[in-house]
């Protein structure tokens, strides 16, 4: 099963993802964390990658679908793979199916998760990680126990380079015209499932397993 989630910055693609990875066997595969681990390993990857990302810009597209197809077909991907944040062009939409048409696998849904543009601003920049477990916090709606702590291994808590206001808005602009003309190209599909991202996160969770009609339980279909 491969799901890929869609939606702008800030309406909980990564926690909902790391939540639905908790619950199946599928792979969450994330592109803008493999730029940040790029980043902070200085490869080559993540010098080009960083020009784009702190300035809130899409990353040209041959560099992100040559990333995410080779990650995508790992051997620890075999079960499927839950995107988060890849395809954000058409390009890459098409792509993906290409790719995935290739190895005889499809995508099998498609999330559409959203909340109100202020609710999307003050998430993106009240956000933390944790520097050593990645564990994501929000300074307003839910902080760790101390401040600048991670809760579960004690870890630093860090502000991402684009979490800022000013480039948070440009990112929500990049999304409006690049990104969201994929829902309708997945719609006419018939692969969209509409998810309100408003409100706790377990509930939202909750809504997604819902959508998915995987009731929590594993796909234990190995992917053909
Ligand atoms: P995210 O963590 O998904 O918010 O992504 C952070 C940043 O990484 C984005 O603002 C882009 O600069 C870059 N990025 C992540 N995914 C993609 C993608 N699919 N295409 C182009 N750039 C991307």
Not at 3 to 13: N, Q, R, S, T
Not at 95 to 118: G, S, T
Request: aromatic residues 4%; negative net charge; hydrophobic residues 35%.
């Amino acid at each position: 099963m491969n799901v890929v989630l869609v939606g702008p910055p800030g309406a909980g693609k990564g926690t909902q993802a790391a939540a639905l990875e908790e619950k199946t066997k599928l792979k969450h595969i994330a592109s803008g964390e493999l730029f940040r681990q790029h980043m902070r390993d200085e490869t080559e990857l993540g010098k080009l990658a960083r020009t784009y990302v702190d300035r809130g810009e899409l990353v040209p597209d041959d560099i992100v679908i040559t990333m995410i197809l080779e990650r995508i077909f790992q051997p620890d991907c075999e079960h499927g793979v839950i995107l988060d944040g890849f395809p954000r062009t058409k390009e890459q939409a098409a792509a993906l199916e290409r790719a995935l048409e290739e190895h005889q696998q499809k995508i099998d849904a498609v999330i559409f998760l959203n909340a109100p543009r202020d609710v999307l601003l003050k998430r993106i920049v009240g956000r933390q990680t944790c520097r050593n477990c990645q564990t994501p916090y929000n300074i307003y709606y839910s902080p760790p126990r101390e401040e600048g702590v991670c809760d579960l291994c004690g870890g630093d808590l860090y502000t991402r380079s684009d979490d800022n206001m000013e480039t948070a808005r440009h990112r929500l602009e990049v999304y409006l015209q690049q990104t969201a003309p994929l829902i309708e190209h997945y719609r006419a599909l018939g692969l969209l499932h509409e998810v309100d991202g408003l409100g706790d996160i377990h509930e939202v969770t909750a809504r997604l397993v819902r959508e998915l009609g995987i009731n929590g339980e594993l796909p234990h279909q190995p992917r053909t």
